[in-house]
């Protein structure tokens, strides 16, 4: 028996001897691990990140075709946007007064395409008692710079007078010619 426990003694400090070798080589295992699991979750967190901006990105690519999808079928359906100024002028130039102040109600285009762009068509208006000419007043500021010659043959004081007054403040800095009759006056 004496011998037994002198060799489980002597395996025993063999044994101890080899432990710090053991626990280093765990500790380099564990590191290893760590480091492994740490580069993991990176790799994931940088995944996650790069989907966020893919789709980010995505979305604007996305609104940008929209955008660009929507103009293209206003130009396509919009004769104001495809036709040239010339034509679109001309054609507006056959239109009663009152339809153009109808077609100016049509949309955003169309309003700034008739009372900027459409000068010709401003250059003669007549005022009369109707609903439209009223609608007119309101954008004196815009189509009053081409009006050469204006008729004013209302009956109420009030259209008349706005009138006026837009001719005084200068909305009308062009014009050459103005009548002024009503119909109660012939």
């Known amino acids: 028996m004496g011998k037994f426990k002198l060799q489980s003694f002597s395996n025993?400090?063999?044994?101890?001897?080899?432990?710090?070798?053991k626990i280093n080589s765990a500790i380099v295992h564990k590191e290893k691990h760590n480091n492994y699991k740490q580069?993991?979750?990176?790799?994931?967190?940088?995944?996650l990140v790069e989907a966020c901006q893919s789709k980010e990105n995505e979305t604007q690519k996305q609104k940008k075709a929209q955008d660009e999808l929507e103009l293209l079928y206003k130009r396509r359906?919009?004769?104001?946007?495809?036709l040239p100024i010339e034509i679109i002028n001309s054609i507006f130039l056959l239109l009663p007064q009152e339809v153009l102040i109808i077609c100016i109600q049509v949309s955003k285009s169309w309003r700034e395409q008739i009372l900027l762009a459409c000068a010709d068509v401003w250059r003669n208006i007549i005022i009369q008692d109707n609903k439209q000419d009223k609608q007119l007043a309101c954008v004196t500021s815009y189509m009053g710079v081409h009006v050469k010659h204006m008729i004013i043959n209302t009956t109420s004081e009030k259209?008349?007078?706005?009138?006026?007054?837009?001719?005084?403040?200068?909305?009308?800095?062009?014009?050459?010619?103005?009548?002024?009759?009503?119909k109660y006056y012939l």
């Open 12 to 21: 025993l400090i063999e044994s101890l001897a080899s432990f710090p070798e």
């Open 39 to 47: 580069q993991q979750q990176q790799q994931q967190q940088q995944q």
């Open 77 to 82: 359906a919009d004769p104001v946007y495809v």
């Open 159 to 182: 259209v008349r007078f706005k009138y006026l007054k837009n001719i005084k403040n200068g909305h009308f800095n062009r014009i050459q010619s103005l009548k002024i009759t009503s």
